[in-house]
T-cell receptor, first 108, second 114 residues
Framework: AQRVTQPEKLLSVFKGAPVELKCNYS??????LFWYVQYSRQRLQLLLR??SRESIKGFTADLNKGETSFHLKKPFAQEEDSAMYYC??????????FGQGTTLQVKP | EPEVTQTPSHQVTQMGQEVILRCVPI?????FYWYRQILGQKVEFLVS????????KSEIFDDQFSVERPDGSNFTLKIRSTKLEDSAMYFC????????????FGPGTRLTVT
């Protein structure tokens, strides 16, 4: 079965603290993994994807095929990082399969 | 920067009525998608569309749903006879490449079926 699991509905941290948003996936084949973000009153937008190996806004994500995970990390959270974060995977067809989403709340 | 637009932002309809949700994808994009998100649930894929044909559809996308690109700019999702459980946020997305590449999302249309 194709599935993305984000175990935490809400993650609350203080500004400056490290952040890790968890994502596990189930897929037969080699999917592409993404993190999309939705800031308050804004549209879903791509934060980063595995294949580009970029660091965007200080966030990184490493694909661990053994653990089938794609956790999103940032060493020092900022208040402006508060948003809803969705992990998603895609196969060859382009269809995105999303996780439930994790709300990140960064407190001052 | 070009963006995907969707109209209306909120649509209220009565059960059994037909609704058409409209999307204008980014102009040079060729691959189009509809997703929906029922309140409190995950974003779910409905259908993908390329070259005036459905490329892939989910189990949710039954005979009550149809998609169309009536002209060079619009991409529409029609629900023929709405049910209460069709109440959701509907997102349109587009991409300039086929496969696992970035999709650009619209702001969504909130459909409320009463």
């Amino acid at each position: 079965a194709q599935r993305v699991t984000q175990p935490e509905k809400l993650l609350s941290v203080f500004k400056g603290a490290p952040v890790e948003l968890k994502c596990n996936y189930s897929y037969s084949g080699s999917p592409e993994l993404f993190w999309y973000v939705q800031y308050s009153r804004q549209r879903l937008q791509l934060l980063l994807r595995h294949i580009s190996r970029e660091s965007i806004k200080g966030f990184t994500a490493d694909l661990n095929k053994g653990e089938t995970s794609f956790h999103l990390k940032k060493p020092f959270a900022q208040e402006e990082d508060s948003a809803m974060y969705y992990c998603a995977l895609s196969g060859n067809t382009g269809k995105l399969i999303f996780g439930q989403g994790t709300t990140l709340q960064v407190k001052p | 920067e070009p963006e995907v637009t969707q109209t209306p932002s909120h649509q209220v309809t009565q059960m059994g009525q037909e609704v058409i949700l409209r999307c204008v994808p980014i102009s040079n994009h060729l691959y189009f998608y509809w997703y929906r998100q029922i309140l409190g649930q995950k974003v779910e894929f409905l259908v993908s569309f390329y070259n005036n044909e459905i490329s892939e559809k989910s189990e949710i996308f039954d005979d009550q749903f149809s998609v169309e690109r009536p002209d060079g700019s619009n991409f529409t999702l029609k629900i023929r006879s709405t049910k209460l459980e069709d109440s959701a946020m509907y997102f349109c997305a587009s991409s300039d490449k086929e496969g696992p590449y970035e999709q650009y999302f619209g702001p969504g249309t909130r459909l409320t079926v009463t």
